[in-house]
């Protein structure tokens, strides 16, 4: 499948800003702007297996196409949502438990790189990652 492999951090385009707008505070913004974040995806049919490993934790979540689950973000910040195909991309469509706002998240691999994109309360921000 498109999406299996491992990605490594590359680079980050506008996600300080984005991180702001999320409300998280400037040494937890300063941090995750060099977590080193590394993700390994593994897809079989709908169901994905991802691990993410960064400079401050290491997370493996399982989920399926379509079906809602729970997820916390780094700084704690605790998710509820799901992610489904459109084409070739991956959408993920998840709503903050503390506020009840959407984040909405995007990935998808074009040549090496795998382009995983935000949105939240119109602030936009990606973060590129390398195929290792």
Same mark, same amino acid.
């Given at each position: ?7 490594? $951090?590359d ?9 702001? !707008? ?9 941090? #995750? #702007? ?18 993410? +490993? +960064? ?16 997820? +916390? ?8 949502? +799901? ?18 706002? !959407?984040?909405?998240?995007?990935? $998808? ?6 382009? !995983? ?6 602030v936009?921000?990606?973060?590129i990652?390398?195929?290792?």
């Amino acid at each position: 499948m498109t999406y299996n492999g491992t990605w490594k $951090i590359d680079r980050n385009d506008n996600y300080e800003k984005f991180m702001e !707008q999320m409300g998280i505070n400037v040494m937890k913004r300063k941090l #995750a #702007a060099h977590d080193n974040l590394k993700i390994t995806i593994e897809q079989n049919g709908d169901t994905f297996h991802v691990k993410e +490993s +960064s400079n401050f934790r290491t997370l493996e979540i399982d989920f399926t196409l379509g079906v809602t689950f729970e997820y +916390s973000l780094a700084d704690g910040t605790e998710l509820s949502g +799901s992610w489904t195909m459109e084409g070739d991309m991956m959408k993920g469509v998840f709503n903050r438990k503390d506020n009840g706002k !959407q984040l909405t998240t995007t990935r $998808i691999v074009q040549g090496d790189e795998l382009i !995983q994109s935000y949105n939240y309360e119109g602030v936009d921000a990606k973060r590129i990652f390398k195929k290792v």
